[in-house]
């Protein structure tokens, strides 16, 4: 229920963006971008998992412009750093026979794509509005103790799942800045705030 509300809200949100906003022809080719998060998962997925219910990640992705548009395709990747509740240390001996005792840390690897248009507003039509959709598949996570060959770890089941973006943002003369917030449909994560630059290439 509570997220058939968010989604109702999401979609509420879509509809109330002005229709009177007029596209800004792009150049086509391709952009890139990089940007920081602040994650938020489900409560009760992060307590099975041993992890807070919020994370950072940082990431990149491509982007793909259309000829006569700025309709996008967007593929990316993440680095997410859980804040662990279940961590565990060992000794661990180096490649020289020195032994150290070693704390675990928790981690995982995402990828997305997603796409939608981007609308202009303002005199100078540098100001925008951004809505996407798009999902996300968690391809590896893990807890586990770093450049150790032979130590414990075990799995983080934490899932990607199907999102909503709208975001908000300013052009310059040569990169793009703005924020953004997902909101997810199915799977553990709840929702994400995205401060992004990007640029073309």
Request: hydrophobic share 40%.
């Amino acid at each position: 229920m509570n997220r058939l509300i968010k989604s109702l809200i999401f979609t509420s949100l879509i509809i109330s963006i002005p229709a009177v906003a007029q596209q800004y022809p792009a150049t086509p080719g391709w952009s890139w971008s990089g940007h920081i998060e602040h994650m938020t998962f489900d409560e009760e997925a992060a307590w099975d998992a041993g992890i807070a219910d919020n994370a950072t990640a940082i990431g990149f992705a491509v982007e793909r412009f259309q000829n006569t548009n700025e309709y996008t395709w967007s593929l990316g990747a993440n680095f997410i750093f859980y804040n662990d509740d279940d961590e565990f240390a060992q000794y661990v001996e180096d490649y020289w026979g020195d032994v150290d005792y070693q704390e675990s840390d928790a981690s995982a690897i995402s990828i997305f794509a997603d796409y939608g248009p981007r609308y202009r507003f303002g005199a100078d039509k540098l100001s925008f509005f951004t809505v996407r959709g798009g999902g996300t598949a968690i391809v590896y996570s893990e807890r586990g103790i770093g450049n150790c060959t032979d130590c414990y770890s075990e799995d983080i089941d934490i899932n990607g799942g199907v999102y909503g973006l709208i975001g908000i943002g300013r052009s310059t003369n040569v990169l793009d800045w703005s924020l953004q917030f997902q909101q997810y449909f199915s799977g553990d994560i709840d929702n994400v705030i995205r401060l992004k630059i990007s640029g073309t290439f």
